[in-house]
């Protein structure tokens, strides 16, 4: 590649390290003590529409409102806990594979760690913080540069690549995972039965107690909260908060013919709670 090329990819990659670095995370009891052998899974789902008209009416993107109600939620989660709320850190994966590539096989993945606004009362600012960073943040390459860090890692011995992993996976590098996973557009089935629904299991690394992951199906969203069961016992009412977190956000929003909305209580989708017991 040209000298400018090379360039530009070095800046790209000082970017990602130096944003992924420079500000450590702030471990909480909460969420980064040292993990038991138990998992458990809250649930929710919601339909896609909900969100997609919160991200219409503030013009941001899908994941920016997930991060925004799941930085909600985690705020309500810390005040339950009699913890004073404060900014997380959340890794987030970032899918870099171009749309026309969207069949080939395998993952091209990096990642972005954002700071949650947590601390912030007013769910409106939060998600506006959200999208104003995750905005400057794409716009620099900052993920593409991600990329390039790990594959430059990937050829330095293996003594350096096992100290930078114990790094990244500290709680001082982020708090908690948050991952947003497009799924199928089309139908899927297996042995007759139409797939409905799908909630993503996303690993804990070591001293992270919760990872939030998000997927859709057709005309649903379908979060899956993995938690450490011992630390986090209460994982079920973490997706409620989320699912309060989303309606927080849809009384901002006119409903499609223009009137605000009522504000009624719906169901839950959150009231249902799988339990994983111990692994």
Known sequence: SSPGRAADDLRKAGTALLNSFTRPARPTAALNEKLSPLRHLGRLDRPIEDLARIKSHFGTTLNDVVLA??????????EDRGERPF????????ALRPSDEADALGNRLSFL????PTDDADPVRRLRTINRVTKERKASGEPEGGDMALKAVSHTPHVIQRALTRLVASPRTFNL??????GPREPLWMAGCELRESYPVVPLAERHALSIGVTSIRDGLFFGLYADRKILPDANMLARHIDDAIDELLKR???????????????KGAER???AGAR
């Not at 929003?253 to 169901?267: A, I, L, M, T």
């Open 69 to 78: 109600v799941s930085s909600g939620a985690v705020r309500r989660f810390l």
């Open 87 to 94: 900014r997380l850190k959340a890794m987030m994966p970032v």
């Open 113 to 116: 760690f954002i700071d949650l």
């Open 177 to 182: 995972v948050v991952s947003n996973i497009p």
């Open 253 to 267: 929003c006119p409903d499609p013919d223009g009137h605000s909305r009522d504000g009624e209580p719906r169901q």
């Open 273 to 275: 709670l799988v339990g």
